[in-house]
């Protein structure tokens, strides 16, 4: 009895495949998707010579971003396969998927950038699948292309001093021409590594599909910010595959020790250098300070004339006793206009321990 089971092998799926193997569609266009399915069989029923009539088939094709199935397209694909006992032979399948605009879309905002189209193909003795690799393109000739980075905390200020394992995250507007994947990254350097490491390491990879006809404009929200350790923090949002030549704007934050109780500091005076009272702000122009016993952070700030809340400025480490502004901070000031400027000085706890007299300075 048992020799006779043996004997009546089981006609097999030998392999799938499919033709092309990776393909990528525009980002925001809903186009078909023509593919070529190829199922290897083999008929290893030995109980007779045959022929033996088999029913291949596949219900649908899965859309899957990480394994997860999102969607089912296409329809059932399906073929009788007639083979006799140890014959092999190959069936094709000639389809079209139309995937709308708004799977397209999906695929593009997928982290990767990129979907499978799975199918999975059965004899009703044997199963096997085969997938694509579906990856965002942009649309248009010309494609996207990313004009101008605004970079900010939520709070709209570009510096920041906050407790240890506080919430804290970062908005980039990102201003941008014609349609395409923003394909982009937010990376930090953390007090464990050297502040000439101009790469960091990344938090999150940001891929989103963008539409305009003409200029466009999108707030790209930060993964939550790391607190955990204290020091000075440099956060940076990179874009990749833009035609245009921006500046890669970078925002500083100083995390401090909540742990200690708060202090009685007596202020100091922080004498500054440069530059001199009514001096004209331009790319080019270096603030300096004498430095201040038991400091740890500095930070330049720039008001309009009365207010209190900062426009723009910089952190830097206790290291460093000067500094000049980045373009892209020199541009949230007005031109022909008149602002004040102050340093201050924390401690290992945060407390300011030291503050310069408010100067003005003028912009061009």
Known sequence: MASGLASEARADITSVSVNPGTLTLPANSALPVRLVWQINRTETNTASPGPFVRQV????????????TVAAVGGTLTQSSVLTAGQSA?????????????LAR????SPAGSVTIVREFSDTQTAQRSSVAVYAGNSGADG????????????????DVVEQHAPLRAVANVSFQS??????EW????????????????LQVVRQSLISAGEGRIPVVSPLLPTDRQGLYLLAFSVQ???????????????????????????????VMQPLQNAVLGAGTRF???PLANAHAYQLEVFRRGEQVPLTGKLVPATETALDLSVMSLDRLSPLSTYQWQLRAFDHRGNVIGVSPRQSIQTP
């Open 179 to 184: 349609s395409g994947v923003l394909r982009g």
């Open 288 to 290: 300096a300070w004498q």
């Open 144 to 159: 996207l292309t990313v004009r101008r980075i605004d970079l900010s905390f939520e709070s709209d200020v570009r510096t």
């Open 187 to 202: 990376r930090i350097i953390d007090p464990t590594a050297s502040l000439g490491d101009g790469s960091g390491r990344v």
């Open 106 to 109: 999906r695929i593009a905002n």
């Open 241 to 271: 595959d833009t035609t245009a030549r921006i500046d890669i704007p970078v925002l500083r934050y100083y995390v401090i020790d909540n742990s200690l109780a708060p202090s009685v500091v007596e202020l100091q005076t922080l004498t």
């Open 57 to 68: 088939s596949s219900p649908s094709a899965l859309l899957q971003i990480g394994g997860t």
């Open 90 to 102: 190959s069936l094709r399948f000639n389809e079209v998927i139309q995937l709308n605009v708004g």
